[in-house]
């Protein structure tokens, strides 16, 4: 498509000015007082402009062409993604199976949802092969014995080629983040997925997480991302996108789920696990693993939500319509019995008790007295959160680790929202700047 200059001009071009100034018209005596161009009048003009005459094709060419992120051109393109969100769901079938596939989903995907996804793939590739590169350093892996010795001097040598190709990792950062702390439209900005998602959206990251498990061996898929900020050909046949994937979606569902209830749309909740149910329903037909992974991932999910309810306080309706959601699910799957939910209780109060979020502990145990003096610490815990992206506080805030420089604005994000990361909880920081030092 060919865009009119005067367009291209105003896309493209980048202002300095204070927000909300006014450009006034030269006085002509002569002329009726017209009243003051503001910068914000020109914005959402464009913006309208925008949103009506380009298609999500058109946005998502244009979005390329601007250098960096742009504020009109990013904001009118989440807009589209989830208006022809149907579109990009037919397409993630067989984005784990087929480069094509990928390559057109990825563009609309990176545009919703960036950092939950560079920060599992960083996360991944660093414990990963991150890992063989820093054991193989100190160890000879290269003339050791055995085959899985061998396999982490593959893995390392795999990654000293990746580190080569990609000298911008050595200034990656990982920081943790309090997303109570964002107001809407510095949410929408940095997590739009999160400031956008309905209930039915979210079942739609159901399939495509049970698209992820269905494969039996490594993903043949290159990991490429549309602005190609990073090479990936030397880690191709070792980094695993499925999983990757996979990571980045549980992130994405705890966030969003998040979000919902702390903006008391508990019936877009509802909707989710109403809907998920047949989701559930319909991989026990067709793949017993994925069923398995979105069976337990809909457990954690609830239980994420009716910890966040007890934090809260009087939303028993709330947490009883959960349970018997919950109920259903286990009566139309006929679970083993350590996979009904209701049998999972005990653990999720060992949970509680492990990430010291005592206030929903004591709820939990005074709606539940058949469990209050059960010895919890027989009894393994739950990952209802994923502690290496995620952490919840006892107040119910959430906190998620996120690449620095993938930020929106940095320095904004981190003067209102930066939090300590959690000793004990997964990896602090990506350790690309040390494994350039080895």
Same mark, same amino acid.
């Given at each position: ?28 005596? $002569? ?14 003009? *464009? ?58 989903? @990825?563009?609309?995907?990176? +545009? ?27 160890? &000879? ?5 055995? /085959? ?22 050595? &200034? ?22 999160? /400031? ?30 549309? /602005? ?17 994937? +996979? ?17 008391d749309q508990v019936e877009q909740i509802s909707l989710y696990f109403q809907e998920a149910i047949g989701v559930v329903k319909t991989s026990l037909n067709i793949n017993p693993i994925a ?10 999910? +609830? ?6 309810? @007890?934090? $809260?306080?009087d939303q028993k309706d709330f947490i009883d319509s959960i349970m018997a959601t919950m109920a259903i699910l286990d009566t139309e799957t006929q679970p083993d019995p350590d996979m009904v939910f209701k049998t999972t209780r005990v653990n999720y109060l060992r949970t509680l008790t492990l990430n010291?979020?005592?206030?929903? *502990? ?19 815990? *739950?990952?209802?959160? &994923? ?17 620095? @420089? ?30 350039? $030092?080895?």
């Open positions: 498509m060919k865009w009119p200059i005067l367009f291209i001009a105003l896309v493209t071009t980048q202002l300095t000015v204070v927000r909300g100034a006014s450009i006034l018209l030269p006085p002509i005596s $002569k002329l009726p007082a017209r009243p003051a161009i503001t910068i914000d009048r020109i914005a959402g003009e *464009l913006r309208q402009q925008i949103q009506c005459f380009l298609s999500l094709k058109d946005l998502l060419e244009l979005r390329k062409a601007c250098k960096g992120r742009h504020v009109i051109v990013d904001s009118v393109l989440i807009d589209k993604v989830f208006t022809h969100w149907d579109d990009a769901m037919s397409l993630s079938r067989y984005i784990f199976t087929n480069q094509v596939y990928w390559e057109s989903f @990825a563009p609309i995907w990176f +545009a919703v949802a960036p950092l939950e996804t560079w920060d599992s793939w960083f996360i991944d590739i660093d414990t990963g092969l991150g890992w063989a590169y820093a054991h193989c350093a100190t160890a &000879d892996c290269q003339h050791g014995g055995g /085959s899985q010795t061998r396999g982490y001097w593959n893995q390392a040598t795999a990654f000293d080629r990746f580190l080569g190709a990609n000298p911008v990792l050595k &200034d990656h950062q990982r920081v943790y983040i309090s997303l109570g702390q964002l107001g809407h439209g510095d949410l929408r900005a940095e997590f739009p997925f999160v /400031s956008k998602c309905t209930g039915s959206i979210l079942k739609d990251l159901l399939v495509i997480l049970g698209h992820s498990m269905k494969l039996t061996t490594l993903s043949s898929v290159l990991p490429t991302d549309p /602005s190609h900020y990073l090479d990936f050909d030397p880690i191709k046949a070792h980094f695993d996108l499925a999983k990757s994937m +996979a990571g980045a979606i549980t992130t994405l569902l705890t966030s969003s789920l998040w979000h919902l209830h702390r903006t069923y398995m992974y979105q069976c337990k991932t809909l457990h954690n999910l +609830a239980y994420l939500v009716m910890t966040l309810a @007890a934090i $809260k306080g010291q979020l005592h206030t929903p *502990l004591a709820y939990f145990r005074s709606i539940w007295p058949e469990l209050k003096n059960k010895p919890l610490d027989r009894y393994e815990p *739950l990952d209802f959160i &994923d502690m290496q992206r995620q952490w919840l506080t006892n107040q119910g805030d959430l906190h998620q680790a996120v690449p620095l @420089a993938m930020l929106h604005d940095p320095t904004r994000v981190l003067a209102i929202a930066k939090v300590d990361f959690p000793p004990g909880h997964g990896q602090a920081d990506y350790s690309f700047a040390n494994q350039f $030092k080895l």
